[in-house]
């Protein structure tokens, strides 16, 4: 009786032990400019505003037209909303060849322009590509007068399986993204 007991309460500690989690962080992708000089260009990215489904903890992929799954143990490393402003900053920054390009709300930094990013969708869907829909707004730095609108929306192909290379493909839009701002700020 003593056995079976045991090996219940072993059962139920491992069921809910689950594999344990993984994090993912967004990183930037583009390749740098050529040539050593600085543009000197400043640019401040933020801030980012999220739709509900993806404004959360876990990483969100689409499963079918209308399914979306959100695995527990698929995390984003701290807040999405600073994944992607500091992804599309160091991207832009190498993009414009700049290394005033900054993420977020910065204290103490005045940059020449602001943009700000409005995501309606991001995320991958299964066994496919992922998908990036936004808008962004350039702004005066100093004045916050909004100079121009634009809006894109990309794709990259899922390569492989899991959810690391779904957020690789992630961090690839955010490079197309970061190329569409540098080509609106020229």
């Known amino acids: 009786m003593r056995f079976l007991f045991i090996s219940g309460l072993l059962s139920l500690l491992t069921a809910c032990g689950g594999a344990g989690e993984n994090y993912y ?8 400019t050529t040539g050593s000089a600085d543009s000197g260009l400043s640019v401040a990215i933020g801030p ?4 509900g489904y993806i404004d959360r903890a876990e990483v969100v992929f689409a499963s079918g037209p209308n399914e979306f799954q959100i695995p527990t143990n698929a995390l984003w490393a701290g807040s999405l909303r600073e994944n992607i402003s500091h992804a599309v900053a160091a991207d832009l920054g ?17 940059s020449r322009y ?14 496919q590509e992922a998908i990036l829909d936004l808008t ?6 100093a004045s916050a007068e909004t100079i121009s609108r634009h809006s894109g929306s990309f794709r990259e192909p ?20 970061a190329a569409a701002i540098a080509k609106s700020l020229r």
Request: proline share 4%; with cysteine.
């Open 48 to 51: 980012v505003s999220l739709p």
């Open 158 to 177: 899922i390569i492989g399986d899991g959810y690391a290379p779904l957020v690789a493909a992630e961090s690839r839009l955010l490079g197309q993204c």
């Open 114 to 127: 602001r943009v700000a990013l409005d995501i309606r969708q991001f995320h991958g869907i299964s066994g």
């Open 25 to 32: 962080r967004l990183n930037a992708t583009a390749p740098a």
């Open 136 to 141: 962004w707004r350039i702004q005066g730095g």
């Open 94 to 110: 190498r993009v414009l060849g700049s290394d005033e390009v900054r993420a977020g709300l910065e204290s103490g930094s005045q």
